[in-house]
């Protein structure tokens, strides 16, 4: 099943704080991601759930309406997402749900999300963690033996279901993830 929620998100830490409370009773492994939502008034990010079960579902409807989200749930064989809330919203979780659909979104959650920590070999992040790729930009290239400071926050993309790890050259030699856990915007000091 397919769960996409927009709340009107203004970055990834507030779209991960949404997921954090819609995960919150989670029992089973998901695939959680965030999707930009461009072409309204604001980009903003939508999340995504990609579950087993309908575990989730009752809590999820619930927190949508007690917090005027839009949400899209899709059903296993459903032709159409089932759609719930404010108009300006639904297309955001539509968006998701269609990106979710597609195999695309930045990961938050995943199977083997929990092996992604420390200092890890390329080889072993894929190994392990669920990574399909490792991806540096630039195209530096990356061997099984590359080695990858974690710096304990990895947030991989998906592109056409696979996990693809974006990382960059560091200070020591070693790569760590593009995406930095605390970021600094672009143009905060002026």
């Known amino acids: 099943m397919i769960i996409a ?4 998100s203004r970055d990834t830490a507030a779209a991960e704080h949404v997921l954090h409370e819609l995960l919150g009773p989670a029992p089973t492994p998901v695939i ?7 072409g309204g008034e604001t980009p903003h990010l939508a999340v995504s759930i990609t579950a087993p079960t309908d575990e989730l579902e009752d809590h999820v409807r619930a927190w949508c309406t007690d917090h005027g989200a839009g949400s899209a749930f899709t059903h296993p064989g459903a032709t159409a997402p089932d759609l719930a809330g404010p108009s300006n919203l639904v297309r955001g979780a ?10 695309t979104g930045r990961l938050v959650r995943w199977p083997g999300r929990e092996h992604a920590y420390g200092v890890q070999t390329a080889a072993d992040l894929r190994a392990k963690a669920g990574i399909d790729y490792v991806e540096a930009i630039g195209g530096l290239p990356i061997t099984d033996a590359t080695v990858i400071d974690t710096r304990d926050f990895v947030r991989p993309v998906r592109r056409e ?4 790890l974006q990382v960059q050259p560091a200070a020591g030699g070693v790569l760590i993830p593009f995406e930095a856990e605390h970021q600094q915007k672009c143009c905060a000091d002026h």
């Open 5 to 8: 929620v927009d709340a009107g």
């Open 32 to 38: 959680a991601c965030t999707h930009m939502i461009t």
């Open 94 to 103: 539509y968006v998701a749900a269609v990106e979710t659909a597609l195999g």
């Open 161 to 164: 279901g696979q996990i693809v």
